[in-house]
T-cell receptor, first 109, second 116 residues
Framework: GQNIDQPTEMTATEGAIVQINCTYQ??????LFWYQQHAGEAPTFLSYNVLDGLEEKGRFSSFLSRSKGYSYLLLKELQMKDSASYLCAAMDSNYQLIWGAGTKLIIKP | GAVVSQHPSWVICKSGTSVKIECRSL??????MFWYRQFPKQSLMLMATSNEGSKATYEQGVEKDKFLINHASLTLSTLTVTSAHPEDSSFYIC????????????FGPGTRLTVT
């Protein structure tokens, strides 16, 4: 079956770094997405990885290892506005997104 | 670019009535649109996938006669919740994809439905 696993909740301190992990199992693979979702709002796109390695985009970086079925989202210099849910989604061979349950990130001052 | 709108953004209706939600791609042609439902503190649940001009493909457990989806043009898809009940109260989100092989889905802002 198809499955995405990510932690339910994480807590970090303002200004610090946090890494949110995601493991996936899909029928075929066409890339791994990370989305940010604030409460009551729709998800917004953060990153897309289809090749192994690290993609850096400002304070956010995303890593993919296809052989391990593993990805992580790295957030640096955390700000209070980064408090949100972070959704990991893998795209299968039919270009359909398989969603994780999301990781709620709580930032403390 | 790649903006998706939804209307209405929130709606309250009485039990037994029907509600229509529109999803529009404003600056691109969406060959495929997706409808999701999200309950509080849960992740997105895909309800159905619709391709322009053809019938929607519903996910297991989603009643096609209750959730009517119409993708009549390359820029518009509608979801009609028929005979709504309080348990249908949820956050409904649409997303759109540009074409075959296009990987990114662009999300609408969502519609919060409350059935009283």
């Amino acid at each position: 079956g198809q499955n995405i696993d990510q932690p339910t909740e994480m807590t970090a301190t303002e200004g610090a770094i946090v890494q949110i992990n995601c493991t996936y199992q899909t029928s075929g693979f066409n890339g791994l997405f990370w989305y940010q979702q604030h409460a009551g709002e729709a998800p917004t796109f953060l990153s897309y990885n289809v090749l192994d390695g690290l993609e850096e985009k400002g304070r956010f970086s995303s890593f993919l290892s296809r052989s391990k079925g593993y990805s992580y989202l790295l957030l640096k210099e955390l700000q209070m506005k980064d408090s949100a849910s972070y959704l990991c989604a893998a795209m299968d061979s039919n270009y359909q997104l398989i969603w994780g349950a999301g990781t709620k990130l709580i930032i403390k001052p | 670019g790649a903006v998706v709108s939804q209307h209405p953004s929130w709606v309250i209706c009485k039990s037994g009535t029907s509600v229509k939600i529109e999803c529009r791609s404003l600056d691109f042609q969406a060959t495929t649109m997706f409808w999701y439902r999200q309950f509080p503190k849960q992740s997105l649940m895909l309800m159905a996938t619709s391709n322009e001009g053809s019938k929607a493909t519903y996910e297991q457990g989603v009643e096609k006669d209750k959730f009517l989806i119409n993708h009549a043009s390359l820029t518009l898809s509608t979801l009609t919740v028929t005979s709504a009940h309080p348990e249908d109260s949820s956050f409904y989100i649409c997303s759109a994809r540009e074409g075959e092989g296009s990987y990114e889905q662009y999300f609408g802002p969502g519609t919060r439905l409350t059935v009283t």
